[in-house]
C-alpha cells in the first residue's frame, strides 16, 4: 500500500522519550526510515517496532554544533534527510510568586532553542532533498496558559511563532514547517504524575504519530505555518 512516506528519511529529535518512540514505530511500520536523536544514552532495550532505527544518543540539541554534528550524521549514514520532528522537550510547574526565574531560561533553551537548532542544521538537507518537512511538538498551552503554566506555555508559544516565522521563510522552498499542539498525551509519566485522571479522556501517542504521518506526505503539501491542536477529549 502507497503511505505516501515509502522510503522517506524521517529524524525524530527527543526520540527516546514516549511520543518520539511511538511515532518512530508508526513511521517505520509504514515504510519510513528514521533516526532518533536523543539525549542520554540509546535505551537498551528497545521496543522491537523501533529495532531499525538509527540511533543518536548523547546530543544536546540546545548546542547548534551538536545538532549540526547529528543532522550531518544521519544525511551520511542514510543517504538524505526528508523530514525532522521536533519532539525534544520538557514540562515544569510553578507558580511566578514561589518560582524561580531560572526555570523561564531552561524552558527556552529545552522547548524552543532545541527545535531551532535541530531545523537549523537540518535545513541544507531538507532543501536538497526537495518537499521537506519539520513538525514541531507545540502545546495547547501555546494558546493559553493555565495556573502554573507560564515558563512552558510561553516557551510554547516560542515554538508556535518559531513555527510561523519559518513556514514564512520556506513557502517558495518546498519545505512545510508545522507544529502540532497536544492537551495531555496517555503516557507512563502522565499516568505516574496523575494517577485519579480518566486517561481514556487523553491523546494516544498513536493519534499524533498518524496525524505526522498526514503531514509528512504529499497530500499535505499546502499546509505549512499550521499549530493544529489535538486535544482527545480533555
Ligand atoms: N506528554 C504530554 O502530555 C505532552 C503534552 C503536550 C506537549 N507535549 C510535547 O510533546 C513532546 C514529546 O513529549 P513526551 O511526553 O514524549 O516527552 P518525553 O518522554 O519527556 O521525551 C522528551 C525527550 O526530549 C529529550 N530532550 C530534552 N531536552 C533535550 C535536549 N536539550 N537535547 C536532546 N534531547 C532532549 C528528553 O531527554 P532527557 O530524558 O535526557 O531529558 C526526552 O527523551 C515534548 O516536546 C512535549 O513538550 C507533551
Known amino acids: 500500500m502507497e503511505t ?5 528519511v524521517v529524524a ?4 527516546f522519550g514516549s511520543l518520539g518512540m511511538a511515532t518512530a514505530a508508526l513511521l517505520i511500520e509504514r515504510g519510513a526510515r528514521v533516526a532518533l536523536i536523543g539525549r542520554g544514552a540509546v535505551p ?9 532505527a538509527l540511533n543518536l544518543g548523547g546530543v544536546d540539541l540546545s ?12 544525511n551520511d549514514r542514510l543517504g538524505r534527510l ?7 522537550g520538557a514540562f515544569r510547574w510553578e507558580t511566578v510568586a514561589d518560582g524561580d526565574p531560572a526555570t523561564w531560561d531552561l524552558m527556552f533553551a529545552v522547548n ?19 518537499a521537506g518537512r519539520i513538525v514541531n ?5 501555546a494558546l493559553k496558559a493555565g495556573l502554573g503554566m507560564g515558563a512552558y506555555a510561553a516557551s510554547k508559544s516560542g515554538v508556535a511563532r518559531l513555527t510561523e516565522a519559518l513556514a514564512e521563510e520556506l513557502k517558495d522552498q518546498g519545505v512545510t514547517v508545522n507544529a502540532i499542539l497536544p492537551s495531555i498525551i496517555d503516557t507512563p509519566q502522565n499516568r505516574r504524575d496523575m494517577p485519579d485522571a480518566d486517561f481514556t479522556r487523553w491523546v494516544q501517542p498513536r493519534e499524533i504519530a498518524a496525524l505526522i504521518a498526514y503531514l ?3 497530500d499535505a503539501q499546502a499546509i505549512t505555518g499550521a499549530s493544529i491542536p489535538v486535544n482527545g477529549r480533555v
Request: aromatic residues 0%; proline residues 5%; glycine residues 12%.
Open 44 to 52: 537498551d532495550p528497545l521496543p522491537t517496532g523501533v529495532a531499525d
Open 112 to 130: 524552543v532553542k532545541t527545535a531551532l537548532n535541530a531545523s537549523k542544521a537540518a535545513l541544507p538537507h531538507l532543501l536538497r532533498a526537495g
Open 63 to 74: 548546542d547548534l554544533h551538536a545538532a549540526q554534528q547529528a543532522m550531518n550524521a544521519i
Open 82 to 88: 526528508d523530514a525532522v520532528l521536533n519532539m525534544a
Open 216 to 218: 509528512l506526505s504529499a
Open 137 to 141: 511538538l507545540g502545546a495547547g498551552a
Open 12 to 15: 525524530i529529535t527527543g526520540g
Open 4 to 8: 505516501g512516506i515509502d522510503g522517506k
